[in-house]
């Protein structure tokens, strides 16, 4: 039988997770689209798989959460250098219930949980100095204890209907598998590089 493309993904992401010293080997480009038609880029870390979906985290009311909000289907790529392995994924984007931004948020480290209540994310503001001195005050009376969790940070858990691996080869013949779901069954098939 196949190996699934889910599990085909964790055995890549366990190998690249051993094998890499990146200080974020869990970072991935989530692409949407933007509200003015333009494509959106950025790098975001894939916290965990549940239920064969992907999660990832971030304020909804940031120009990624809005742009999903309009249109929920995204892409994730993950490029993987150690192990020489690029991961693409198309999914739909579905907000995560609130129990489950609640524990990714108590996961976070104090300072993150700081920033995500003192920022307002894309924002613009005059002088990055007024958040940087807002964070301090804000450290300095909370250094000990953990911030709640604002109404407009979550998160999303991305169901993937298409996975494309791909395994570099150094003559640019790469292998790459296209695995898509159709009718609720994975199908599979080789591309060319």
């Known amino acids: 039988m196949e190996i699934q493309p889910i599990s ?30 333009f494509p959106n880029a950025r790098f975001v870390s894939l916290k965990e798989i549940v239920d064969d979906h992907f999660i990832i985290t971030t304020s909804l009311l940031s120009k990624k959460g809005i742009e ?6 995204v892409a994730l790529t993950f490029w993987w250098a150690t192990t020489q392995k690029q991961v693409r994924v198309q999914g739909v984007a579905t907000q995560i219930p609130e129990p489950q931004a609640e524990k990714y948020f108590n996961e976070r480290s104090s300072d993150s949980q700081i920033v995500s209540n003192i920022s307002t994310q894309g924002k613009e503001i005059d002088k990055p ?55 609720q069954q994975w199908t599979s098939r080789y591309i060319q590089p």
Request: proline share 4%.
């Open 8 to 37: 085909l993904f964790e055995r890549w992401f366990d190998r690249e997770r051993a094998a890499s010293r990146a200080a974020l080997p869990s970072a991935c480009c989530l692409s949407t689209q933007g509200t003015d038609g």
């Open 129 to 183: 100095q007024t958040l940087e001195e807002v964070f301090a005050r804000v450290k300095s009376a909370k250094s000990k204890q953990k911030l709640t969790r604002p109404k407009d940070w979550g998160g999303y858990a991305i169901a993937p209907v298409r996975m494309e691996f791909l395994e570099f080869a150094p003559t640019r013949l790469h292998r790459r598998k296209l695995f898509e779901r159709i009718d």
């Open 68 to 73: 999903i909000a309009a249109l929920n289907k």
